[in-house]
């Protein structure tokens, strides 16, 4: 006599309406998890719950801005009563901010970008470990970048946010490890998602960007997902507090 079937995984993306984000929620959901698809632009949103729906998937679309706390608050917690608690969170969205030295920013452009990246991921976060926590554990994913790990010029807040959310996780990573919580990052480098395809267009951005990388090309954003999904996996059930640059060997 055959035992009962495992519930269904579920869990949470944020920034899912595209890109790396999107590629991550539609992976999760191949693998057969539930998946909430939280992005700020409600039709980006939709869109990828029914292509995940097409496919024979449960995905749950929530239009959410991750520097509003309520607003993540009460995202997380249509989540949990949508799906019956909460395995993963992949927490992507975030704010681009480039060609500009520091003392050509303008502090609300830095606080913008910082209330954005870092501290939208701190509420975000925040909400998502109580959830973990009563499911008895699971795993967070930060997606930070390697201007988390070193220096990009021009970009004071974004790489100051992404520098930021490494460290956040290497914390929560210790803090919540008794838990049976496991949090770690992933660090892309340039990656040819649409925002940065329309930023590229007309100049010579992606051939310069592969010519400096050591596997001579940018990477999918499949293959930034695949790295996010595998840390939220059994099969990485002994990391925790990593930032893994998925960079084609640019840190190297």
């Avoid at 999107?22 to 992976?27: E, G, K, S, Y």
């Avoid at 998890?33 to 995905?59: N, Q, W």
Wanted: hydrophobic share 45%; aromatic share 4%; proline share 4%.
């Amino acid at each position: 006599m055959s035992g009962a079937a495992a519930p269904r995984r579920a869990g949470l993306v944020t920034g899912a309406g595209s890109g790396i984000g999107r590629a991550t929620a539609l992976r999760f959901a191949r693998d057969g998890a539930a998946v909430a698809v939280l992005d700020i632009d409600a039709d980006a949103a939709a869109e990828t719950a029914e292509s995940i729906r097409e496919d024979g998937g449960e995905a749950l679309a929530v239009t959410v801005d991750i520097a509003d706390e309520r607003a993540v608050a009460a995202a997380v917690e249509r989540t949990v009563a949508s799906f019956g608690g909460l395995d993963f969170a992949v927490n992507n969205a975030g704010l681009a901010s480039h060609h500009r030295r520091l003392d050509e920013m303008a502090p609300e452009e830095f606080e913008r970008v910082v209330r954005v990246n870092l501290t939208g991921t701190f509420h975000c976060m925040r909400y998502e470990l109580p959830a973990l926590r009563a499911r008895g554990g699971g795993a967070i994913v930060n997606v930070a970048s390697n201007g988390g790990l070193y220096a990009i010029p021009t970009a004071p807040a974004y790489v100051a946010a992404k520098h930021g959310i490494v460290g956040l996780t290497k914390v929560a990573a210790v803090d919540y490890a008794p838990q049976g919580i496991r949090v770690n990052a992933v660090c892309p480098g340039p990656t040819r998602t649409p925002g940065f395809e329309a930023v590229a267009a007309g100049t010579d951005m992606i051939a310069m960007q592969a010519s400096i990388t050591p596997l001579g090309r940018l990477a999918t954003p499949e293959e930034a997902a695949a790295a996010a999904v595998w840390l939220c996996s059994d099969d990485a059930s002994y990391v925790t507090g990593i930032a893994l640059s998925v960079d084609g060997g640019r840190r190297a």
